[in-house]
């Protein structure tokens, strides 16, 4: 197996009580498709958003430039396969900047958990 990159990420849910209350920074974040799915969620709302966050900090840090260098949060989308397997989509300018990995046939394996008080995120990019 050669990995090109490993991401992991954990955030404590409660950190999304106030942060959701903001259209502006659901938004700035998570896409239309992710934000109508979390709001469906009326009794974990916080985990969801806080997972998706995970995740997209994960995958950030497992392609080695974190958020800053092309990447746009919401051009990440977290979604889930029929069988409930997490993934990951990437839109415009993001999928652009990642071209190369998967031009190059490189994998995303995305996984996330939560319990009580946090949300946990890894992905791995090999091939």
Known sequence: MN?????????????????????????R????????????????????????FAAKEAFSKAIGTGISEGLNFHEI????????????????KSSKKIKFILKNNYSLNLTISDEKEYAIAMVLISK
């Open 3 to 27: 990995i090109y990159g490993i991401g992991i990420d954990i955030v404590k849910i409660s950190r999304f009580s106030k942060l959701i209350k903001k259209k502006s920074y659901l938004k």
């Open 29 to 52: 974040i998570f896409s239309k498709k992710e934000i109508q799915k979390c709001l469906k969620k009326k009794i974990n709302l916080k985990a969801c958003f806080a997972k998706k």
């Open 77 to 92: 989308e977290i979604d889930n396969e029929k069988n409930g397997k997490p993934l990951i989509r990437l839109k415009n």
